[in-house]
T-cell receptor
Framework: GENVEQHPSTLSVQEGDSAVIKCTYS??????FPWYKQELGKRPQLIIDIRSNVGEKKDQRIAVTLNKTAKHFSLHITETQPEDSAVYFC??????????????FGSGTRLQVQP | NAGVTQTPKFRILKIGQSMTLQCAQD?????MYWYRQDPGMGLKLIYYSVGAGITDKGEVPNGYNVSRSTTEDFPLRLELAAPSQTSVYFCASSYQGLTYEQYFGPGTRLTVT
């Protein structure tokens, strides 16, 4: 089955700096890659996603890049703010016409933005 | 819409007890999932369902059972609770179509002592 590895496990940055979180996946057939933000005690919330036919996607201060050849994808947060502090999870999924469409998650990155 | 709802929010069980975690969604989603999240870890799939009457195992199904008698509800049953089942349980749902997002419930924090 799919295996997703995520690095680093913790990341501390100064407010205003950029943060980068990286993930690799094992199944070359995976074609959907979302990123979730989870604040303490809360449910995971989707912040951005990318499909395998796209190399990069941006939404204001966040962006995701995908390298299908190398089977890795990254989350980039620019101009970090204290409210960006949370745990971020990457995930991968192989979408087919049938089948489970369940996500395989990375182990998470705890991002702390120091004011 | 209430989205995905879960009950209870918290529960303490003794070893060997049983319980059912409730999950419901009002978005008419075909797909529903149960994940568990251990401290400091990502989410692991327990069971999933692609529609009413259809369920299948995920990565970590041992010690759990599910049923899907309606589109809206997807309860998770724990039989003979063990300390290893101490975790936060999240239910999620998604639409069978071009919208890929999985919507998560608020979670149930379960402690087995």
């Amino acid at each position: 089955g799919e295996n997703v590895e995520q690095h680093p496990s913790t990341l501390s940055v100064q407010e205003g700096d950029s943060a980068v979180i990286k993930c690799t996946y094992s199944d070359s057939a995976s074609n959907y890659f979302p990123w979730y933000k989870q604040e303490l005690g809360k449910r995971p919330q989707l912040i951005i996603d990318i499909r395998s036919n796209v190399g990069e996607k941006k939404d204001q201060r966040i962006a995701v890049t995908l390298n299908k050849t190398a089977k890795h994808f990254s989350l980039h947060i620019t101009e970090t703010q204290p409210e960006d502090s949370a745990v971020y999870f990457c995930a991968a999924r192989k979408d087919m016409d049938t089948g489970r469409r369940a996500l395989t998650f990375g182990s998470g990155t705890r991002l702390q933005v120091q004011p | 819409n209430a989205g995905v709802t879960q009950t209870p929010k918290f529960r303490i069980l003794k070893i060997g007890q049983s319980m059912t975690l409730q999950c419901a969604q009002d978005m008419n989603h075909n797909y529903m999932y149960w994940y568990r999240q251990d401290p400091g870890m990502g989410l692991k799939l327990i069971y999933y369902s692609v529609g009413a009457g259809i369920t299948d195992k995920g990565e970590v199904p041992n010690g759990y059972n599910v049923s899907r008698s309606t589109t809206e509800d997807f309860p998770l049953r724990l039989e003979l609770a063990a300390p290893s089942q101490t975790s936060v349980y999240f239910c999620a749902s998604s639409y069978q179509g071009l919208t890929y997002e999985q919507y998560f419930g608020p979670g149930t924090r379960l402690t087995v002592t």
